[in-house]
């Protein structure tokens, strides 16, 4: 079976979406099948031209315009300009014209991607089956009122399109059935298929000191983890508030905050808010780390708070967990798909709530342990290689 994966970004890009399309692609690369990534040759919104700001200067990263990763045949695309998620790849929508008949199966990622819509406009074309999973159809609440506007026409026109045409629509979480209900998608459609780590990698071993050394993490350090895209919808800005709150107190632990993830702009904000609030020698902006890193911080950190509102499924709760690091986020569906509240991690409602959490579990740490243990347990129901069977069920299904 030939398998073509259409997604805007690949790793070494760093996010959930470029993450989960590399773990179902390797998987499905070990299994015998043939399969092929059009991508973009772009890491961040800050190496792509964008609408309104032409005049802005940007640099592309030196990627390979083809390369094989890990049995998977990797092809990436300039992007000539974009608006939002809007990305004109004159270069990808030709080699989707001209060989989309060659592959099996087409399957995008990404609702809001014109190198979607392109796909399954081709797909259709030469009777291919086409397969969409969204990730996530909303966007976050500060977008500025033209996105809003944009992304209401979308829904109402080019994305019930795309969602009409779909053969199969993957859901990552049950809330997102019924954003793909709202959009004009049939029922019998849709399947959930979640996110999934490689838990293999996450097996417990000896403290890296070399590592941790190198992030300035001491043996008495009090460790909160960030790993995601430094974007202000994901509310790390909340956490620098916490960590100043933190140190204003008169019996304080020594806590610092340590942000994984790439910069989308926002990154520059935060280390202002930082300074303004004198807690810069406590944050810690790792950004891209090794896998190997990114591991032993995992297991280093005492809490990882997520304080994302928006998100399509959160990958690095499943990462914590595997690394008995409890998880705190706020209670929106694709963080309860995952976390069931006081069981295997802690749900928190507003900001208050979040802080309050977050101070309790630094100080009483026999009631972490037994939240960990039971996220623990129950981390193995996500190992991608349980995860890609049900995958492999729906291609069978359309193949």
């Known amino acids: 079976m030939k398998i073509l994966m259409i997604t805007h970004r690949f790793p070494p890009s760093f996010g959930g979406i470029e993450h989960h399309t590399y773990l179902f ?25 964008s609408l309104p700001f032409l005049n802005r200067r940007v640099q592309k990263p030196n990627l390979p315009k083809k390369s094989k990763i890990d049995n998977i045949i990797v092809n990436r695309f300039d992007i000539t300009i974009r608006y939002w998620s809007f990305n004109y790849i004159p270069e990808l929508f030709k080699s989707l014209r001209n060989n989309s008949h060659e592959f099996d199966i087409i399957h995008a990622h990404g609702y809001s991607n014109l190198s979607s819509l392109v796909g399954c406009y081709y797909a259709n074309k030469y009777n291919r089956p086409f397969i969409l999973t969204s990730h ?14 944009f992304k209401k026409i979308y829904d109402r026109n080019i994305g019930r399109y795309l969602i009409k045409k779909s053969e199969k629509l993957i859901a990552l979480t049950e809330d997102q059935i019924q954003q793909y209900i709202d959009r004009g998608g049939d029922p019998n459609k849709i399947k959930i298929i979640p996110n999934g780590i490689e838990l293999s990698k996450y097996v417990k ?13 001491q043996d008495e350090d009090r460790l909160l983890l960030f790993v995601g895209r430094i ?20 019996d304080r632990p020594n806590v610092k905050l340590i942000i994984i993830g790439e910069d989308a702009g926002y990154k520059g904000e935060l280390e202002k808010l930082a300074r303004k609030l004198r807690v810069d020698d406590k944050i810690i902006f790792a950004q891209t780390v090794s896998e190997k890193e990114k591991i032993e911080l995992f297991y280093r950190a005492d809490i ?96």
């Open 25 to 49: 692609s390797k998987e499905l690369a070990k299994k015998g099948y043939d399969v092929t990534i059009y991508t973009t040759n772009s890491l961040t919104n800050e190496d792509v031209l």
């Open 136 to 149: 996530d159809m909303e966007i976050a609440d500060n977008f500025p009122l033209d996105a809003k506007i």
């Open 205 to 217: 071993k000896e403290p890296d000191r070399n590592i941790l050394s190198k992030f300035g993490i």
């Open 231 to 250: 974007e202000k919808y994901k509310g790390i800005q909340d956490l620098i508030e916490f960590i100043n709150k933190i140190e204003r107190m008169e």
């Open 304 to 399: 990882f708070p997520f304080p994302s509102k928006m998100e399509g499924f959160g990958i690095v709760l499943l990462e914590a967990m595997a690394t008995n690091t409890l998880c705190i986020g706020y209670s929106i569906p694709a963080i309860k798909k995952i976390i069931n509240n006081k069981e295997n991690g802690i749900l928190v409602d507003n900001k208050s709530e979040f802080f309050d959490k977050i101070l309790y579990f630094l100080k009483n740490k026999d009631a972490k342990s037994k939240i960990e243990k039971v996220a623990l347990d129950e981390i193995g129901k996500y190992d991608i290689k349980n995860v890609v069977e049900k995958l492999l069920d729906l291609y069978a299904k359309v193949y």
